[in-house]
């Protein structure tokens, strides 16, 4: 059964930094691409970078300049370094590949709480 778990998040100045990590295990899938997404309260859930098995990323524009996407040699997981944090920022952060986007297969977040 895949798992994703994420990983890293918490309550941060704004300005501060914080590293996100993600695992999925149990897969029998080629993974693609991954991404990180973000749901603030009463919005919808959006992309925030994704990164393909090649190596290319791309980011939202509000990302761009600040955060930086990963992932390790085996492709089993991703990482998100936020630079510069904003209270705009604040949102559940979730990790998801190609393949478990498709059949909708979430993790449980976590949480990233950046104050002014």
């Known amino acids: 059964q895949v798992r994703i778990v994420e990983s890293g998040g918490g309550l941060v100045q704004a300005g501060g930094s914080l590293r996100l990590s993600c695992s999925v295990s149990?897969?029998?899938?080629?993974?693609?691409?991954m991404g990180w997404y973000r749901q603030a309260p009463g919005k919808q859930r959006e992309l925030v970078a994704s990164?393909?098995?090649?190596?290319?990323?791309n980011y939202a524009e509000f990302a761009k300049g600040r955060f930086t996407i990963s992932t390790d040699n085996a492709g089993n997981a991703v990482s998100l370094q936020m630079n510069s944090l904003k209270p705009d920022d604040t949102a559940v952060y979730y990790c998801?590949?190609?393949?478990?986007?498709?059949?909708?297969?979430w993790g449980q977040g976590t949480q990233v709480t950046v104050s002014s």
């Open positions: 149990g897969r029998t899938f080629r993974i693609n691409a």
């Open positions: 990164i393909f098995s090649g190596g290319l990323a």
């Open positions: 998801n590949t190609d393949y478990t986007l498709r059949q909708n297969i």
